[in-house]
């Protein structure tokens, strides 16, 4: 009951400030806008110039096959221009992102198969950028001579069937699983801890000491406090990202079960760390400077931007103790996928040994002195 009223008070005063609930629902609806516009996947509308100095029937065809890049999937946005010291120079100032040089010779060379040659020049600085232009060149390039493209395929040249289990998901709505974790990240550093931490600087916490409230009845009652409000807030965040992006959520009551189950264990464990962290702060500005650092490192090896896969080994292990990376991978199966607990029971298993451990230290850790 103690643990309760301590809840109640949490509530009360959370409820009294409502810009800070409306920041923490409208900023990662804002996050999932900005970053799924501006990460769309696949690249496209990148300026390179072109420099032809032949013209024979296969620097034509050159030319061709990037205007179909240009038209089509509209990976390049080709620009003409006839001095190649010039067209050099510009991307050296960083207007154009490479420049595309088909020598005088190059049709001649095609012709007597004598290693026909075309100069692509990239800033290399933008690394995405110059890989993704040097890859659809090259496999441009590799149409060079095909005079036609065979209506049916030759039946004795093995082909590649591609079959995708799943219906297509842009990258935005990708993104829909990370934001929800950062919901619930934001949900706790605005609850939980936090309030205590205010109260100590506020001095309202001293009057605590002349109460029969115990560290476990403050530990516990700032956190279910969080837990409620912190899921409240990931449940409306999903479904605004769901109706920006417009996807459908996958699966049946079951998933949203599941769903739920997971908000909240994710809200506890995160609750639980947050208030391990900061257990004995005393100022605002070290909440602050602590939690800009821990989204930081906890968000980015989540695997809500980027898989975890194909990050660094350090990283890759780091991921492996990482909770928001659990809960990025529990969201991405429930709502883009609509599986089951077998899918996601290792992210439930590690969220409930998490969450005790963190809760026994968060108690053993707290201060209840001046």
């Known amino acids: 009951m ?18 800070v609930i409306i920041a923490s629902i409208f900023m990662p ?59 050099v120079d510009m991307v050296r100032d960083g207007f154009y992102k490479g420049v595309i040089i088909i020598p005088p010779d ?45 209506v049916r395929p030759d039946r004795a040249t093995p082909q590649l069937r591609s079959i995708e289990l799943y219906k297509k998901i842009d990258y935005d709505a990708s993104l829909v699983p990370g934001i929800i974790v950062m919901a619930i990240f934001m949900g706790t550093t605005f609850t939980g801890a936090f309030s205590l931490v205010m109260d100590k600087f506020l ?6 000491l002349s109460t029969p409230l115990t560290r476990f009845d403050l530990v516990a009652g700032t956190i279910m406090s969080g837990v409620l409000i912190t899921t409240i807030m990931s449940i409306i965040v999903m479904i605004g990202g769901l109706m920006i992006t417009g996807i459908k959520l996958a699966g049946g009551i079951g998933t949203l079960v599941l769903l739920l189950v997971t908000m909240v264990l994710t809200a506890l464990g995160l609750l639980s760390m947050i208030f391990t962290v900061l257990g004995r702060a005393d100022h605002p500005r070290i909440v602050g400077v602590l939690v800009g650092f821990l989204n930081v490192i906890f968000y980015f090896p ?25 809960a990025v991978h529990a969201f991405k199966e429930l709502i883009l996928k609509g599986s089951g607990f077998t899918a996601i029971r290792g992210d439930l298993m590690f969220f409930v040994a998490f969450i005790a451990f963190m809760l026994c230290l968060a108690t053993l850790t707290f201060k209840r002195t001046m």
Not at 29 to 48: A, C, D, R, T, W
Not at 49 to 65: A, F, H, K, M, T
Not at 203 to 208: K, P
């Open 203 to 208: 001095g309202i916490h001293e009057s605590y």
């Open 106 to 150: 190059f049709s001649k060379n095609v012709v007597k198969n004598v290693e026909p040659q075309v100069g692509l020049l990239l800033d290399n600085t933008d690394s995405i950028s110059a890989g993704s232009i040097s890859g659809v060149v090259s496999r441009a390039m590799a149409y060079l001579k095909a005079d036609y493209l065979a």
């Open 2 to 19: 103690r643990a309760l009223a301590v809840s109640e008070r949490d509530l009360k005063r959370f409820m009294r400030n409502p810009f």
């Open 29 to 87: 609806l804002m996050y999932l806008v900005i970053m799924g516009n501006s990460f769309q996947g696949e690249l496209k509308h990148l300026p390179v110039l072109l420099v032809n100095q032949d013209s024979g029937p296969y620097s034509r065809r050159v030319v061709e096959l990037l205007q179909a890049l240009e038209d089509g999937p509209r990976t390049l946005e080709i620009t003409r221009e006839n001095d190649q010291k010039k067209a």
């Open 302 to 326: 989540s695997g809500a931007v980027y898989p975890i896969e194909s990050l660094p080994n350090w990283l890759r292990a780091f991921a492996k103790v990482n909770p928001e990376a659990y």
